[in-house]
């Protein structure tokens, strides 16, 4: 009895273990920050609090405006030509998340959706419709800035419904719901974003399952979002396809 008692106390030892483990090192897994290999025409130095946060542009005068809110392992600086392809009249802006890309501090969802939020004012003083682009990651970030600031339009690339509801079935064994500080409850903010809004899902996604971006898209109001497949094509694949730029450039 003693031994079978010492035996269960260390299996709870070792699930707690894992557990704090899980909290104290979520965002390293989370975040994968990259520096920044392109070469932009123009970056823009924004000041924001505690930060420095580096946005990669495409200028271009005008009315129209593209925010462009990447993975979380990408350098947006080299998507930038392709969304200045796509969005010819429009000018772009990139940010690189903190910690990414010459931007200062670390990532966080409450810094980075502050960072978004900032980003969105300081274009929209000159460029009265901003269009905002998430990818991945970054759709959960442009779902909020949605629900909170009056974009013209939205594009979610390759999205999920939650960061909880995503990695539950990779952690079967751990509470990830209790124990994940950012959450990205794009499914929980989506009924309130007015906006039209294109889903680009990946066909052979095989780091987004489709059942979680099909559970976002129910959650718009009706009329306000569809979704697109695009064939043929995997999460980090997706915009190499040439259905991908055109279903960007008929917007």
């Given at each position: 009895m003693r031994m079978l008692l010492t035996l269960l106390l260390l299996a709870v030892a070792l699930y707690a273990a894992a557990c704090g483990a899980v909290l104290l090192l979520q965002r390293s897994?989370?975040?994968?920050?990259?520096?920044?290999?392109?070469?932009?025409?123009?970056?823009?130095?924004?000041?924001?609090?505690?930060?420095?946060v580096v946005v990669s542009v495409q200028p271009r005068p005008g009315a129209g405006a593209v925010l462009y809110f990447g993975g979380n392992a990408e350098d947006v600086s080299l998507s930038l030509p392709e969304l200045?392809?796509?969005?010819?009249?429009?000018?772009?802006?990139?940010?690189?998340?903190?910690?990414?890309?010459?931007?200062?501090?670390?990532p966080s969802e409450r810094a980075l959706h502050a960072d978004a939020l900032a980003l969105f004012d300081h274009v929209r003083a000159s460029h009265p419709e901003v269009l905002a682009v998430g990818r991945s990651l970054g759709s959960g970030l442009?779902?909020?800035?949605?629900?909170?600031?009056?974009?013209?339009?939205?594009?979610l690339v390759t999205p999920f419904d939650s960061?909880?509801?995503?990695?539950?079935p990779l952690f079967p064994w751990l509470p990830v719901r209790w124990l994940l500080l950012d959450r990205y409850d794009s499914a929980g903010l989506a009924p309130r974003i007015a906006a039209p809004t294109l889903i680009?899902?990946?066909?052979?996604?095989?780091?987004?399952?489709?059942?979680?971006?099909?559970r976002l898209l129910r959650e718009f109001t009706p009329g306000t979002a569809k979704m697109v497949v695009i064939p043929a094509s995997g999460h980090n694949t997706i915009s190499a396809s040439p259905a991908y730029?055109?279903?960007?450039r008929a917007l």
């Open positions: 897994m989370i975040y994968y920050p990259q520096p920044a290999a392109g070469r932009p025409p123009e970056r823009l130095q924004l000041a924001v609090d505690g930060a420095q200045a392809a796509a969005f010819p009249r429009r000018a772009v802006y990139a940010v690189h998340y903190r910690g990414y890309g010459g931007s200062t501090g670390a442009a779902v909020r800035l949605a629900s909170q600031r009056p974009v013209s339009r939205l594009v960061l909880p509801s995503l990695a539950a680009l899902a990946a066909e052979r996604d095989e780091v987004v399952p489709r059942e979680n971006t099909e730029s055109a279903a960007l």
